[in-house]
């Protein structure tokens, strides 16, 4: 798996705190899927910087997180590395890139895991399977108990489900949620997006083990 860490960014402005957010010395880790969540999902994939368009809200919901003092670790499948679509170079550019635009909004990334391996390569890292997950909340030192993931997809929240740790669907993906739907266990519920999310966990709580309305009509746990 492909690991990058940005240590020496720090972000722009002094961090504020709410009244309403988490003491300062939280450290659980934020797992965030990145295409369909932090930026659109594109048919041909993202393959350079000019291709990558963040969602709305994204930045504004990771500075929020990075300010209630959660640690954000984006978990990424890039299989188009291993199919030679884009080197792993110009993805870790890439990733260099949209760490800078996180932190001159106010927010802060740990890293980004990514996995590169196609899936007949059947690799440990490529979501679903929760390698991803487990290497960084190793690394990282964060009890994968109290993470939560938030990811557009199935695989996403099946890999937070293999990992241990709690998820939530957002439906600016890939994945369209219907009533009913049964989502794997962990999964605390659907919001409309990754602000909702961000929203959800440092504004409300998270109460682990019960799935919760994040939003009139948008639970579907
Ligand atoms: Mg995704
Ligand atoms: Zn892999």
């Given at each position: 798996?492909l690991v990058q860490e940005f240590p020496s960014m720090a972000p722009v402005g002094a961090p504020t705190m709410s009244p309403n957010e988490p003491?300062?010395?939280?450290?659980?880790?934020?797992?965030?899927?990145?295409?369909?969540?932090?930026?659109?999902?594109?048919?041909?994939?993202?393959?350079?910087?000019?291709?990558?368009?963040?969602?709305?809200?994204?930045?504004?919901?990771?500075?929020?997180?990075?300010?209630?003092?959660?640690?954000?670790?984006?978990?990424?499948?890039?299989?188009?590395?291993?199919?030679?679509?884009?080197?792993?170079?110009?993805?870790?550019?890439?990733?260099?890139?949209?760490?800078?635009?996180?932190?001159?909004?106010?927010?802060?990334?740990?890293?980004?895991?990514?996995?590169?391996?196609?899936?007949?390569?059947?690799?440990?890292?490529?979501?679903?399977?929760?390698?991803?997950?487990?290497?960084?909340?190793?690394?990282?030192?964060?009890?994968?108990?109290?993470?939560?993931?938030?990811?557009?997809?199935?695989?996403?929240?099946?890999?937070?489900?293999?990992?241990?740790?709690?998820?939530?669907?957002?439906?600016?993906?890939?994945?369209?949620?219907?009533?009913?739907?049964?989502?794997?266990?962990?999964?605390?519920?659907?919001?409309?997006?990754?602000?909702?999310?961000?929203?959800?966990?440092?504004?409300?709580?998270?109460?682990?083990?019960?799935?919760?309305?994040?939003?009139?009509?948008?639970?579907?746990?």
């Amino acid at each position: 798996m492909l690991v990058q860490e940005f240590p020496s960014m720090a972000p722009v402005g002094a961090p504020t705190m709410s009244p309403n957010e988490p003491a300062v010395g939280v450290t659980r880790i934020a797992f965030i899927d990145r295409d369909g969540v932090v930026n659109a999902n594109r048919d041909d994939h993202v393959k350079t910087w000019d291709e990558f368009e963040f969602l709305p809200g994204a930045l504004d919901a990771l500075a929020i997180l990075s300010r209630s003092g959660w640690r954000i670790v984006v978990v990424t499948n890039q299989a188009i590395v291993n199919r030679g679509k884009i080197t792993s170079v110009d993805l870790e550019n890439l990733h260099q890139k949209m760490a800078q635009s996180i932190f001159q909004n106010g927010g802060k990334l740990a890293a980004v895991y990514a996995c590169p391996h196609r899936p007949e390569e059947n690799c440990v890292c490529r979501k679903p399977e929760p390698g991803l997950l487990l290497a960084a909340a190793d690394r990282l030192g964060g009890g994968l108990d109290e993470a939560i993931l938030v990811g557009d997809h199935l695989t996403d929240l099946e890999a937070a489900r293999r990992a241990g740790c709690r998820s939530i669907l957002v439906a600016t993906g890939r994945h369209r949620p219907v009533w009913g739907e049964i989502l794997p266990k962990n999964c605390l519920g659907v919001a409309p997006d990754l602000i909702a999310a961000v929203r959800y966990i440092t504004g409300v709580g998270v109460a682990r083990g019960s799935w919760q309305m994040i939003e009139e009509g948008e639970a579907r746990c």
